[in-house]
């Protein structure tokens, strides 16, 4: 039966299973890397710089039919906006575009930035037409061909 003089030994209860949260890391990593190769990025030069209405009415009217003309301006590597070879200013870039505007209401104006053109330096000619009076400007880019 029972001895009082013994007594008894208790054992502890098995610990509670922990939740490890390393899995569910693991899949949301390779769930991550797996969206990110996977996905498609947006191409920023889909954003328009005028709305529909300011497009040509007639689509057989091309630029060189523009009764303004057109004013390419290039924004190279280093953020300086060159114009028939020769940089410009922000100031001297205003300039030119009231000059050309006094000559030509209708002009047209093209930037094209180069791919490692600084944002800031595009944003910068953008606003300069944009004091100067400019409403039909358009930011073109190059496509590599394939």
Do not use: C
């Not at 996905?39 to 009415?57: K, W």
């Not at 060159?82 to 050309?100: I, P």
């Amino acid at each position: 039966m029972h001895d009082p003089s013994m007594t008894l030994l208790k054992r502890p209860g098995p610990p509670k299973a922990l939740i490890s949260l390393v899995p569910m890391i693991d899949v949301m990593l390779i769930l991550l890397v797996f969206f990110m190769v996977t996905s498609t990025y947006l191409n920023l030069d889909m954003i328009p710089a005028v709305a529909q209405a300011d497009d040509l009415a007639d689509p057989s009217e091309s630029a060189s039919d523009t009764p303004g003309g057109t004013l390419l301006i290039r924004i190279g590597a280093d953020g300086v906006p060159t114009s028939q070879g020769r940089g410009h200013d922000l100031q001297s870039l205003e300039t030119l575009f009231s000059d050309r505007l006094r000559t030509s209401p209708q002009l047209r104006v093209l930037v094209l930035p180069s791919g490692a053109a600084d944002m800031q330096a595009l944003v910068s000619v953008m606003d300069t037409a944009t004091r100067s009076g400019v409403t039909n400007l358009r930011i073109v880019r190059l496509e590599a061909a394939e």
